[in-house]
């Protein structure tokens, strides 16, 4: 009889962060395909495979990190560019190019793809014709949450981990804590049906615990998860207009 009224255990998330995070799930994936093109979207990780050594140093190296972050992203075509804080802008050519900055002193490989990877997210969050759910207050973390959509969880968990220790001298900093960005990256994979062990070898110690706890705190929610897989993408009426983004090969 004790059995059947043990509490429930504790979810990962409070039920207001939780539904946050579903339902802005459910408006990147309206505005970018759909549950099909979310599917072709890839668990990006801080291997050879994904970043290849390039043996380059200083500027050039951060601009070929860049390069490899906006494929990954399935944004090659897209009109942008990186540069140094501080640094003039480039002349004008007519066409509009979105100038991306970092902090030259920003050296971490793995800090710089999270950096990156979250300027490309607000790029897109910008195009979207549904403004994000809970309006310009909830603006900056969906702008977080977009980046874990996009494939980049992995990044931003271990790098809200280094910002919160002092072990990185130039540490990057999010509007969403480490256990709402572990709970993205959980939610992330239970959607593509990824086990926890796709990116557990590649997170910090203690941010590996934090997923399994979350991805399974999740299996709870099979229903929200039947929603999300039943979202039509929203098309604009112009093709031409169409700003999602797209993976090549």
Not at 27 to 39: A, E, I, Q, T
Not at 196 to 206: C, F, G, R, S, V
Request: with cysteine; aromatic share 10%.
């Amino acid at each position: 009889m004790r059995q059947l009224f043990r509490p429930k255990p504790k979810s990962f998330l409070d039920a207001a962060r939780r539904e946050w995070q579903f339902e802005a799930f459910a408006w990147l994936l309206r505005g970018c395909g759909g549950l099909p093109r979310f599917l072709d979207t890839a668990l990006v990780l801080p291997t050879p495979g994904h970043f290849p050594e390039q043996g380059m140093k200083g500027h050039a190296a951060a601009a070929a990190l860049f390069r490899l972050v906006r494929d990954h992203a399935g944004m090659a075509d897209w009109p942008c560019i990186v540069e140094p804080e501080h640094t003039a802008a480039p002349p004008a050519t007519g066409e509009r190019i979105r100038v991306i900055h970092y902090p030259p002193a920003l050296q971490q490989p793995e800090l710089l793809v999270a950096h990156f990877a979250h300027e490309l997210a607000r790029f897109l969050v910008e195009s979207l014709h549904e403004p994000p759910p809970g309006g310009a207050e909830l603006y900056e973390p969906a702008v977080d949450l977009a980046t874990t959509f996009m494939g980049f969880g992995v990044f931003m968990a271990n790098s809200a981990a280094l910002s919160s220790s002092h072990c990185s001298a130039h540490p990057v900093r999010w509007d969403l804590n480490e256990c709402e960005l572990v709970h993205a990256l959980a939610l992330f994979c239970q959607l593509r049906k990824l086990p926890p062990e796709a990116a557990e070898p590649h997170l910090n110690a203690h941010v590996r615990k934090y997923l399994r706890l979350a991805m399974r705190d999740l299996t709870q929610f099979e229903r929200d998860f039947q929603k999300l897989r039943s979202v039509f993408p929203v098309m604009p009426i112009d093709a031409s207009e169409c700003t999602m983004p797209t993976r090549h090969g």
